[in-house]
């Protein structure tokens, strides 16, 4: 059995990291995981387990390396790069997208999961926001997005003016924002956007939302495990056993209560291809 502790990083030293995480992790059984409290993604549930959709499938993956005592460390969305060359924890289990820019700062396990976009605004839509041109073609709108996230490059690709983008530390100050008026719409992942407006009657997801198109194609992010530069070994132990689990039916039924299923799988999209620029 796995056993988790939960603890959440704030003004954590680095710990030293070790030439192989690899080895010492079969050697000792402990790994350190870090999330960023993102519901379906990864996140602690109110007894302070941890769920989502990359936490399930890291502690099943590790539980095949033999790695049984796992600590599950919680930090903000844009710390999670920064903590991890750091040395705070090993493994980034938050669903985070793949992309060149990431690429190029850490090692990425081929993706789990593929997912569009989404927008959350207050009940109603009082705007009738239902795409990004939506904002952009009203230069009085605001579009929240949180830090470190890939919304903010969405948002300037697309041609969104920079002042109309908001940027916020996670999606709790996102939906602060919405309720306050202070933006027009919250932007992020449709499954998040859509377990935010489960939470408050004040706000809902956009539906329909039209699917965002950039330079003539769509837009939809692939999201996997994150991995120290160095830590080569340990990446793609977690692409061995990724591979044959992957669109299981074991793997279908540990994410479906997430919302994840047989529609968000990757197909044959690999990590190598979504680095490329």
Do not use: W
């Amino acid at each position: 059995m796995v056993r988790i502790l939960t603890l959440v990083l704030a003004g954590m030293a680095s710990t030293l990291v070790t030439a192989d995480t690899l080895d010492d992790a079969k050697a000792s059984g402990k790994l350190t995981l870090a999330v960023a409290n993102e519901v379906p993604y990864g996140y602690l549930s109110s007894d302070g387990e941890p769920k989502g959709e990359a936490p399930e499938i890291a502690l099943h993956v590790l539980d095949k390396l033999g790695i049984d005592d796992v600590e599950v460390l919680v930090t903000e969305f844009g710390s999670l790069i920064p903590g991890l060359k750091a040395g705070r924890f090993d493994v980034i289990a938050a669903g985070m997208y793949i992309n060149p820019k990431r690429c190029q700062q850490i090692l990425f396990s081929n993706p789990t999961y593929t997912i569009g976009e989404g927008f959350l605004v207050q009940s109603g839509n009082p705007e009738s926001l239902d795409s990004y041109a939506d904002v952009k073609d009203n230069g009085d709108l605001k579009l929240g997005v949180m830090a470190g996230a890939v919304e903010f490059g969405y948002a300037k690709d697309f041609g969104i003016a920079l002042d109309q983008i908001v940027t916020l530390p996670d999606y709790p100050s996102g939906v602060a924002a919405l309720k306050a008026g202070r933006i027009d719409a919250l932007a992020g992942t449709v499954l998040t956007m859509a377990e935010l407006g489960k939470k408050d009657d004040a706000v809902e997801l956009a539906q329909p939302f039209e699917d965002l198109v950039i330079n003539g194609e769509k837009v939809n992010g692939y999201g996997g495990f994150g991995f120290r530069p160095g830590d080569e070994r340990l990446r793609d132990a977690f692409n061995n056993e990724l591979g044959g689990f992957i669109g299981s039916d074991e793997h279908i039924a540990m994410v479906e209560p997430y919302g994840f299923g047989a529609h968000t799988l990757p197909g044959g999209v690999t990590a190598e291809q979504l680095c490329t620029p």
